[in-house]
């Protein structure tokens, strides 16, 4: 909601134009992704504890995401209108951040 929210701003509101409005927007978006991702569905790996290092990974590994789900919307808003392609693009970098949160950012500790 808040990425769609803030896209929308982004582009309806500021003019910005659509990569840039989609940037924006997930760059908002990113830091309660990762306080939620910390504390609900990944807080049994993290103890539920906000950390700057994993805050960067975080975000680091969200750049696939957005970088997915931008072209997905760039190449979907030629077919259709704008919203129903964001949310076609919101639906793909979920796949890829979850996919990513869950094997590389918040993986549960091997044991020693």
């Not at 910005?16 to 924006?24: G, I, Q, T, Y």
């Not at 504390?39 to 700057?52: H, Q």
């Not at 789900?69 to 951040?97: E, Q």
Request: proline fraction near 3%; charged fraction near 10%; aromatic fraction near 10%.
């Amino acid at each position: 909601m808040i990425d769609l929210s803030v896209f929308t701003i982004a582009l309806q509101v500021i003019h910005l134009p659509l990569v840039a409005s989609n940037v924006v927007a997930w760059a908002v978006a990113v830091t309660g992704s990762y306080a939620m991702n910390t504390k609900i569905t990944f807080g049994k790996e993290t103890l539920g504890a906000l950390s700057v290092g994993q805050y960067l990974r975080f975000a680091a590994s969200g750049i696939l995401g957005v970088v997915v789900a931008t072209t997905v919307l760039v190449i979907l808003s030629g077919y259709m209108n704008i919203p129903v392609a964001k949310l076609a693009s919101i639906a793909a970098g979920f796949v890829v951040n979850f996919s990513m949160s869950h094997f590389v950012v918040f993986r549960p500790a091997r044991d020693a």
